[in-house]
């Protein structure tokens, strides 16, 4: 048994990280043979993507997908741990597991993803659901055939859970969701250590992947037919600063773009490392995508400071207007957080302010809620309840207002979507513009997968609807 330790996780080490590639027992290939799998997956777009690859492992085992816990030989929770009420999703559906396995006891059960890399979750899990067969964290997605086999094989629940970072493993196979959209790993972990954030603890050191690995695979995307890729990592900004070489994430862009694959985009941004080279290579390749994600969290340098968050609302504010003036048509989304200990009234105007400044096409705002092992969860917070919802109530009819009147500029325009999948509205396919705004557009099937001209013919605060042009 291998448990998490929040010590471990904290440290940084200097050792080299190894590449390797996926490999996959012979033996292993057959044990799924005839069974199926359920993979519920919470979180983040890495937590998706994660998915992706362990659904394409089980495949690789033998095992078939099916969308129905109630029928699946195998069922797996990859888990988010940015927000308690994650946690408390993932513990009701063990709570759902628990039933069915009193019913079914073949079934195999387990965990993985960033709830599994947290000592105090692995901890309760021992005491309270140790009816799972397995955790595993992170760091050993790869081991995944490995730990199904033992865990197949043995009667007590399997935990095998690194603390420190794992290698990077190349060729990893994925069962993406999408045929004409795809996600990209270009780093993993970060190292910013923001005080609210549980992330550096459950995904480790910044890793970045080698430039020559990310290219031949948007290379072999593009070749298979996809529109779109997007390159992910916690803090794509800082790619290749552990790698110590002369390239940074906008030479990786710029190389991504000269490829010629229809769409690029990338995600999560720290405005900390947000170079203007960056913005200059955007605003050059047409097919960098005009959206960027540029996390604000607070408005006021006091609770900026507290945050470990690098930069102050001047200079923000300043990034901001940069990326604005020079990229034409920009598209800027937020994440913003309410309430962090000590937050003042004076402090929630300092955010409303920012808001009101850059008048955010949408933002991501959440309450903050505390991570065990974080500095920020030790933080004297007096602010009531109460108070912080009232706060951030104010905060989401101020962005709903903003979000409205950016789509409104859309109406009666004609803007390129990729038509991705099937919309819940009948008759309608469902895509995102070059400034990710969802759109409903009727049309036929045959049109899945095309990037068309849509005129705007409705707009919503968080969708607008249209037509072929
Ligand atoms: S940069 Fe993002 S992922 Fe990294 S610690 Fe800060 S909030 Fe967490």
């Given at each position: 048994m291998l448990k998490p330790h929040l010590e471990e996780a904290r440290k940084r080490t200097k050792s080299l990280v190894k590449i390797e590639d996926f490999h996959i027992r012979d033996d292993l290939k057959?044990?799924?043979?005839g069974k199926t799998y359920f993979v519920k997956t919470y979180g983040c777009q890495m937590n998706v993507h994660d998915s992706e690859n362990i659904k394409a492992i089980l495949e690789m085992m033998g095992f078939s997908e099916t969308f129905d816990m109630m029928d699946a030989d195998l069922i797996l929770l990859n888990t988010c741990a940015i927000r308690e009420n994650a946690h408390n999703k993932v513990f009701g559906m063990i709570g759902r597991i628990k039933h069915l396995k009193e019913q079914k006891p073949n079934i195999i059960a387990g965990i993985c993803g960033?709830?599994?890399?947290?000592e105090v979750v692995v901890n309760e899990i021992l005491d309270k659901?140790?009816?799972?067969n397995f955790v595993f964290g992170t760091h050993n997605i790869h081991e995944l055939p490995e730990i199904l086999n033992r865990a197949m094989h043995q009667k007590n629940i399997d935990i095998e859970v690194y603390s420190c970072e794992g290698n990077i493993i190349e060729k990893m196979p994925a069962k993406r969701d999408n045929k004409y959209k795809a996600w990209v790993n270009i780093m993993y972990g970060?190292?910013?250590?923001?005080?609210?954030?549980?992330v550096p603890y459950t995904r480790g050191k910044q890793r970045s992947r080698r430039f020559d690995d990310i290219i031949s695979e948007v290379k072999a995307l593009k070749d298979d037919g996809y529109k779109e890729v997007t390159l992910l990592g916690q803090n794509v900004n800082a790619y290749g600063k552990d790698l110590h070489l002369e390239f940074d994430m906008s030479d990786l862009l710029e190389a991504v773009a000269k490829i010629g694959i229809e769409r690029v985009r990338f995600v999560t941004s720290h405005p900390w490392d947000f170079t203007d080279k960056m913005i200059d290579v955007i605003a050059k390749y047409p097919n960098i995508m005009p959206y960027i994600h540029l996390?604000?969290?607070?408005?006021s340098d006091r609770i900026l400071r507290l945050m470990g968050r690098r930069y102050t609302k001047k200079s923000y504010l300043e990034l901001f207007d940069k990326i604005k003036k020079n990229i034409p048509n920009v598209a800027i989304t937020t994440d913003i957080i309410v309430g962090f200990p000590s937050e003042s009234d004076d402090d929630f105007e300092d955010t409303l302010d920012v808001v009101r400044k850059c008048k955010y096409d949408s933002a991501f705002t959440f309450i903050f809620s505390p991570r065990e092992g974080t500095p920020a969860a030790k933080m004297k917070d007096e602010t009531p309840l109460k108070v912080k919802e009232e706060r951030l109530h104010r905060l989401n009819e101020l962005v709903n207002e903003y979000a409205l009147e950016a789509n409104k500029k859309y109406l009666n325009k004609t803007v390129k979507v990729l038509l991705d999948e099937e919309s819940d509205k009948e008759g309608c396919l469902a895509g995102y513009t070059e400034t990710m705004k969802l759109v409903n557009v009727k049309a036929?099937?045959?049109?899945?997968g095309k990037i068309v001209d849509v005129k705007i013919t409705e707009v919503k605060t968080w969708s607008m609807n249209g037509e072929i042009a």
């Open positions: 057959t044990l799924g043979t960033c709830m599994a890399q947290e659901f140790s009816f799972l970060c190292d910013k250590f923001c005080t609210y954030c549980i996390p604000l969290q607070s408005g036929p099937k045959e049109m899945l």
